[in-house]
Every structure is written in C-alpha cells, then in structure tokens.
C-alpha cells in the first residue's frame, strides 16, 4: 500500500529555517546536500511509514500517536492518519527538544 505524505505548515517552517542556518554558517551546497536527503527521507514513508519509532519524550507521557525516523542529526515527527503521513515537526536532535514537541504535537491531538 502507497501512502500520501503530507507536510503541514510548521514543518515547512522547520525546514526553511534549517537551510537558511545551514545556507548562513555553512554553504549553499551544503544547504542543497541536506535538503535532498530529507525530502528523500520524508519520501520513504510512502511505503511502510510504520517502521519509524516512537519520540522517546512522547512515549514518557503514555503518546504512541507519533513516528520518528532520521536524517542524522534532524529528526522527522510525523503521524500516520488512514493513508495519509503527516509531517508535523523537522527538528535538529542536537537540541532538546522535549518543550517544543510537547507544545507542537500536543496541539495537533
């Protein structure tokens, strides 16, 4: 069974201001390299979105609603709805990122 993926508008967000950081402190090239992969990574959960692991911070708090998977060090958060994937969050694991999911995805319960 094939997936539709869907990325809200937050995330989008996310990862505007990941290129724009990475485009700044690093390269354009670099900006491009990241960008691919992670539309890449977000493209495979087409097929079998299932496979993605729970958040950690969200499993402490009893939520199995969302899936994580990784393009090292981002992070992906998306849900799976019916047929549809939804990318809700595309963060930097470098960060803490506990406060951000719980006001983020908490929202869209």
Same mark, same amino acid.
């Given at each position: 069974m094939k997936y539709e993926v869907?990325?809200?508008?937050?995330?989008? *967000?996310d990862? /505007?201001?990941?290129?724009? /950081?990475?485009?700044?402190?690093d390269?354009?090239?670099?900006? *491009?390299h990241l960008l691919d992969n992670i539309q890449k990574a977000v493209l495979s959960l087409e097929t079998m979105p299932a496979r993605g692991n729970?958040?950690?911070e969200m499993q402490r708090w009893g939520i199995f609603d969302f899936r994580e998977i990784?393009?090292?060090? /981002?992070r992906?958060?998306?849900?799976?709805r019916d047929?549809?994937?939804?990318?809700?969050?595309?963060?930097?694991?470098?960060?803490?990122?506990?406060d951000l999911l719980q006001q983020r995805l908490l929202?869209?319960?």
């Open positions: 869907r990325i809200v508008n937050v995330a989008i *967000d990862l /505007y201001a990941i290129c724009r /950081y990475v485009a700044n402190n390269s354009p090239e670099k900006t *491009d729970h958040p950690p990784f393009f090292k060090p /981002y992906i958060i998306y849900e799976i047929n549809v994937v939804f990318i809700h969050a595309v963060l930097d694991g470098r960060r803490n990122c506990e929202r869209a319960l």
